[in-house]
């Protein structure tokens, strides 16, 4: 695909003087890396000084870089996970911080199965809302005229629960749209959406997606830039359009709205956008009927500068089907964010995906880098990362998480002025991942465990398993190959059972899976492929003859090489696929 040929030259001079102003903070921030750090850590100790767990190490109400990194230790969820469940059990002392914990952020990473909660107070979302109000002035530096146009923008809020002592237990981004800084931000003629934000806060996934896509082709016409959060969920709307664009054509064409979309003020502020309008209901009709969908994306909304979605990461598997649907249209990574903390920024929006770096900026929080494979003692400020080199990203927040590891590994591509550029390799354990959902090879080990019960009645044990993230279709699914030992084949497991293992290997996965199979529909069925017999030999075989070594080889958890796929896929003898929903309820199990 033509991406190169389609990237904008850079304008480089700021749209308007709120830009300046932005480009400058981002100037000052990446010029004085190391000092603002210093900052933020004595910021962030100082005021939390009088906390249980600073307390705890003797701080003493130290807050210079050497006394915390001699006596603050490195962290994990599972180290602090104690300290959480008292906040979410309604202890209001200041165990990390001294300002009130405003709500826990689920993060879609999982501890035991559940969503990870992480405490946060309310100046926080002024943290995020600063992120968010740089990255406008960098993209109109690389794409000018975005002032002439809205953004088609699928966004989302998710099921929110509360934690027994009466926390907000909810996903950043569902705090962050139901926020008064989204919805009383100020007019940003740059920054003009085409979805009300009743339609964004509307918690029925389907009646949200509805009405954001009626009003995107209702002004097909004003669309500049089309996006979501993350990739897979740009996807989703492409395969809800599919699904649906009759009924949508039927609502244009008539000024009527689907009568399944019952949410009272979505319909009230549909009722003044949806006007009859026949021929660009005959024009949405003309490109869906086609049974080629190429260019979709430029056929329905022919403004589109570029995709707005992040294909870093995980989602790195959708570039091949987004570039189909696009044309090839760029793809622009924006920011690098977590539940924790929104990190950084690329501030080379219109790079290739491959070559996409984030700055993060100094003002979030303190950042620390452990060198990959190295321990713990090892760390590294955040103004002394070395190019080449991987890292491991550890925080310490203005909300009180100290020295925490999140998981991420980050390679360091270069400075943009004093501050270091990452690029994000990969998140450490995560085995599979549709969308949000992350599952690490203990809990697929689990899931196996579990299904494999189903087996014992009929002689049956699994010999070998792995398995792959199919997105070829959407909504992905998760596909595990499976080899067996079936000792007696007159009673050998049938269809339904093997459908049945599917459900059960669904019930034993995360609440983040779970959520994206039943609530959003974002993730399919589980497929299991079971193989000839035989087959993980071949598999190791063919390791070997790539150079394995055979004492220290092991079965791979999960493929995607194109020749190991066309091995297993070869050899696979019958599919089975989860005949039904696992259960799922927004209340956490513990
Ligand atoms: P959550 O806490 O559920 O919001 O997930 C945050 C995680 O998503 C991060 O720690 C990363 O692993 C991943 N992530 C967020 N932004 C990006 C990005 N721009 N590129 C790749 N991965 C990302």
Request: hydrophobic share 35%; glycine share 4%; net charge negative.
């Amino acid at each position: 695909m033509a991406v190169e040929s389609t990237l904008p030259t850079p304008v480089r001079t700021p749209a308007s003087d709120k830009d300046a102003k932005a480009l400058q903070f981002i100037e000052e921030m990446t010029k004085n890396v190391d000092s603002v750090q210093e900052r933020v850590l004595r910021e962030i100790l100082g005021r939390n000084a009088e906390t249980e767990y600073l307390k705890r190490f003797s701080l003493n109400g130290a807050t210079d870089r050497e006394t915390f990194k001699s006596r603050i230790p490195v962290v994990t969820y599972e180290d602090i996970q104690p300290e959480i469940q008292r906040i979410a059990n309604g202890d209001k002392s200041p165990i990390f911080s001294v300002h009130p914990i405003s709500e826990f952020l689920t993060s879609s990473g999982t501890s035991a199965g559940e969503r990870k909660l992480m405490p946060t107070i309310h100046e926080e979302l002024d943290r995020r809302q600063l992120l968010y109000s740089l990255l406008m002035p960098v993209m109109n530096l690389y794409v000018p005229g975005l002032d002439k146009g809205k953004g088609l923008y699928f966004l989302f809020v998710k099921a929110e629960t509360k934690t027994p002592g009466g926390l907000l237990a909810r996903p950043v981004l569902t705090s962050y749209y139901n926020s008064d800084h989204f919805e009383t931000r100020p007019y940003d003629p740059f920054n003009v959406y085409t979805s009300p934000n009743e339609a964004i806060l509307c918690v029925d996934s389907f009646q949200s997606m509805y009405a954001q896509m009626l009003c995107g082709l209702i002004m097909r016409d004003e669309v500049l830039r089309v996006g979501a959060v993350f990739a897979s969920g740009l996807l989703r709307a492409i395969h809800f359009l599919q699904n649906n664009w009759k009924q949508l054509a039927h609502d244009i064409a008539t000024g009527t709205l689907n009568p399944k979309i019952t949410d009272a003020p979505v319909r009230e502020c549909m009722r003044k956008i949806l006007k009859p309008n026949p021929e660009l209901a005959q024009l949405v009709t003309m490109e869906c009927y086609e049974e080629n969908w190429e260019c979709i994306i430029k056929r329905i909304w022919p403004r589109t500068k570029y995709l707005d979605v992040i294909v870093t990461g995980a989602m790195a598997q959708y570039i091949p089907t987004l570039e189909y649907y696009s044309g090839g249209l760029p793809m622009a990574c924006t920011m690098y964010a977590s539940s924790e903390c929104y990190f950084g920024l690329n501030l080379n929006p219109m790079c290739k995906p491959s070559e996409v770096t984030y700055t993060i900026m100094p003002n979030m929080a303190y950042f620390e880098f452990l060198p990959h494979g190295s321990s713990t003692s090892c760390l590294v400020d955040l103004a002394d990362v070395e190019v080449g080199k991987e890292y491991e990203l550890i925080l310490t927040t203005y909300a009180g998480l100290c020295r925490y590891r999140v998981g991420d590994i980050l390679r360091v591509t270069g400075f943009h002025n004093a501050a270091p550029q990452f690029r994000f390799i990969r998140r450490k354990n995560v085995l599979l991942s549709i969308e949000s959902d992350k599952t690490d090879e203990a809990e697929l080990q689990n899931a196996i465990e579990n299904a494999s019960l189903l087996l014992k009645e009929f002689n049956t044990s699994i010999v070998e398993y792995t398995s792959y993230a199919d997105t070829k279709q959407i909504p992905g699914h998760y596909v595990i190959y499976w080899e067996l030992l079936v000792k007696d084949l007159a009673i050998a497991p049938t269809d339904d059972v093997l459908n049945r293992c599917c459900l059960q290997m669904e019930e034993s996965l995360n609440s983040v899976y779970r959520q994206s199979r039943v609530a959003d529909n974002s993730i399919g069925p589980l497929e299991i492929r079971v193989v000839e017999n035989g087959t993980f030999e071949e598999l190791m075989d063919y390791a070997i003859s790539r150079g394995a070594s055979i004492n220290q080889y092991k079965v791979p958890r999960c493929v995607s090489f194109t020749p190991i796929m066309e091995l297993l896929n070869s050899r696979v003898v019958s599919k089975h696929f989860s005949p039904d929903l696992p259960h799922w309820t927004p209340e956490r199990r513990r």
